[in-house]
């Protein structure tokens, strides 16, 4: 029996890879990722306190791809969620706190100070994924399928949807969905039918399903001005 417990307490160590290898690394990220995402969601239901003077993270989907490199946190991580910036940057954030108190009556010097700081925390050379993840929006918005728009860039569609969301924080059909339902928005002087079919959509019945599921009202109800507070 004494042997059957030491056995079993020894599992949990053995199975953990070395300090210093690179498994061992990937099991840090892994975890502290999964903190974060403990602690945000928290955060959002009210569990967290907020201090004052302390900056916070709260990221729509960004198809420039910019969070990633920023913050060095997967933009997925960040959208539709409120993460201690200091979980992000660590002591650096309370650094900007301090200089943003300072400039609390001095808004466009408070905005450069910000400006400074993010653009301290990019690296020397963005990474070849973002070069990827532009070229994936812009054949997301001609429109192409994802399946069309993997093939054209020469990647599996499991490889594109995961940097997608990493980096720009939806997945690429989430984000396509958006795309032409603002396309669709910004053609006025078009018909709703002709709006459709300029923006990709086989015919009007998918619009109005996709219209109405991020924007919470229909096309018609839409074009007399009844709009919701927050949209996509």
Not at 40 to 52: F, K
Not at 75 to 89: G, I
Not at 97 to 106: P, T, Y
Not at 170 to 193: C, D, E, G, L, M
Request: aromatic content about 4%; proline content about 7%.
């Amino acid at each position: 029996m004494d042997r059957e417990r030491h056995a079993a307490g020894a599992t949990d160590a053995d199975h953990r890879p070395p300090a210093g290898s690179r498994d061992h690394g990937r099991l840090a990220d892994d975890e502290r990722r999964r903190e974060r995402r403990t602690r945000s969601r928290t955060a959002h239901q009210g569990g967290v306190p907020h201090h004052e003077g302390s900056p916070g993270v709260r990221a729509p989907p960004d198809p420039a791809g910019r969070v990633l490199p920023l913050l060095g946190a997967a933009a997925d991580e960040l959208v539709d969620r409120t993460v201690p910036l200091s979980d992000l940057t660590g002591p650096s954030a309370n650094v900007l706190a301090e200089r943003l108190v300072s400039h609390r009556d001095e808004p466009e010097q408070a905005v450069d100070v910000l400006g400074d700081f993010l653009l301290g925390q990019l690296p020397r050379r963005l990474p070849d994924r973002l070069e990827l993840v532009g070229e994936a929006v812009a054949e997301l918005a001609a429109p192409r399928t994802v399946g069309e728009t993997a093939q054209r860039l020469g990647v599996s569609e499991r490889y594109l949807r995961r940097v997608f969301r990493e980096a720009v924080g939806v997945s690429p059909k989430h984000f396509a969905r958006i795309t032409r339902v603002r396309t669709v928005i910004a053609q006025t002087r078009r018909s709703w039918s002709d709006a459709a079919a300029y923006a990709g959509y086989t015919d009007q019945s998918h619009l109005i399903a996709d219209f109405r599921s991020l924007m919470r009202v229909t096309p018609a109800a839409y074009a007399t001005g009844r709009v919701p507070l927050s949209t996509c």
